[in-house]
């Protein structure tokens, strides 16, 4: 491959920033060290720009027409204790690691940087090569970088996730919604508390909360329209304590997850919710339910004439046999903030094996590093062809 004498130094970066991982919105060290590095390989770049605080663009301008493209990796980590004994590049940090592939994401994106410094004069255009914080937190770190307006006017931005569970030698390339709407929603229910032997005086908020969880449940089997992928989750419920059996509480609250990939199937869900809870307080005089909807993620949208040519250009990386196109991913991805202000594509690169096969935000999560060399490969080849992802 063209890329083959950066993929020591990819590597490098890489286990590197494994050992050391900081969270969402604290990545202090992770982006001074980025930025270092950068600054010590790098001749050409025309500037640096920190639209936050823990996050970094790398710029280059070819002073010479043409289009203006964005190359994003995330560089945040997640709050587990890392189970691999087997790696001699494990976390160094206890109760913090990369579970989740960002710091590949992250050297990936470094050693493209470098490729485009070495070969600056043979691309027109800009090149910015972003590295964004915080996208495991929402509001997340997409969203806080495009509200500056800096990413207005941008022809094209590419992204991509390692993912352990489809194996090395595979890309998924999705036309569409690559990943879901991802939203939260928690519901605090407030009745009148009262002994357990008289029931009749109190307004229970425990037998409200059970019967709204099972509601909750007829939300995507009824309301939704089948052929549309939904989940709705209630992942919590609480209410009363454990050394007060014999007391009816005066509260009780439930809350969970809502994953949907078109704007109509998320309102049916919000509005399904709101008239549960303004049914439960009619059905219930005195007891009131309080509904709070966080409006996560929006679903990553991948332009479909973009995405045919990363298609096409993945096909001589990982042969057209390997190319695969699954439903969309119902997790949450922020890449959705710069795919919602530029054309984009977000793409899912294989890089399980048979050392590395747990999930995402597992303890035990690793990546094939033979992944490495082709995701690198194919982000060159999005700078290279830049001029096919610009126009209308």
């Known amino acids: 491959m063209t890329t083959d004498r950066y993929l020591d130094q990819l590597i490098d970066w890489r286990r590197h920033l494994h050992q050391y991982p900081e969270l969402s919105f604290e990545e202090h060290e992770t982006v001074a060290y980025i930025e270092a590095e950068l600054r010590n390989r790098l001749q050409h770049a025309s500037r640096y720009e920190k639209l936050t605080p823990t996050s970094l663009v790398v710029v280059f301008e070819t002073g010479r027409p043409g289009p203006k493209l964005g190359l994003r990796a995330d560089i945040d980590a997640l709050g587990l204790q890392e189970d691999r004994p087997d790696l001699e590049f494990a976390s160094k940090v206890p109760g913090k690691m990369h579970g989740c592939g960002h710091d590949a994401h992250t050297a990936v994106m470094m050693s493209a940087a470098a490729w485009v410094d070495d070969h600056l004069e043979e691309l027109t255009g800009e090149v910015h090569v972003i590295f964004q914080h915080a996208e495991e937190t929402p509001p997340g ?19 991509f996730h390692f993912w352990a569970t489809l194996p090395t030698g595979q890309i998924d390339i999705k036309d569409g919604p690559a990943s879901a709407n991802s939203d939260l929603f ?19 908020p425990v037998t409200a909360a059970a019967g709204l969880v099972s509601q909750i449940q007829t939300i995507v089997a009824r309301r939704v329209v089948p052929r549309s992928p939904a989940v ?12 007060a059996l014999n007391v009816i509480p005066a509260t009780s609250r439930l809350g969970g997850s809502i994953r949907t990939t078109d704007d109509e199937t998320r309102a049916v869900v919000r509005s399904s919710l709101e008239n549960f809870v303004a049914g439960l307080e009619a059905a219930n005089p005195g007891l009131t339910a309080e509904l709070d909807y966080l409006v996560g993620y929006d679903a990553v949208l991948n332009d479909p004439a973009c995405t045919a040519v990363v298609r096409e250009l993945a096909a001589p990386i990982w042969g057209e046999g390997a190319i695969i196109e699954e439903p969309a991913m119902l997790g949450g991805e ?39 060399g082709p995701a690198l490969e194919l982000a060159v080849a999005v700078v290279r062809n830049g001029t096919r992802f610009a126009g209308p």
Do not use: W
């Open 232 to 243: 709705v989750s209630t992942t919590y419920l609480e209410a009363g304590k454990q050394v």
């Open 334 to 372: 922020d890449f959705a903030a710069f795919s919602r202000v530029a054309k984009a594509c977000y793409v899912f690169i294989g890089a399980g094996n048979q050392q590395f096969d747990s999930s995402h935000h597992s303890p035990t999560f690793g990546l094939d590093e033979a992944s490495f």
């Open 141 to 159: 770190g997409a969203k806080e970088m495009v509200d500056t307006g800096y990413f207005t006017g941008f022809d094209f931005i590419y992204g």
């Open 186 to 204: 928690e519901i605090t229910i407030t009745g009148r508390g009262g002994h357990a032997s008289t029931p009749e005086v109190t307004i229970d």
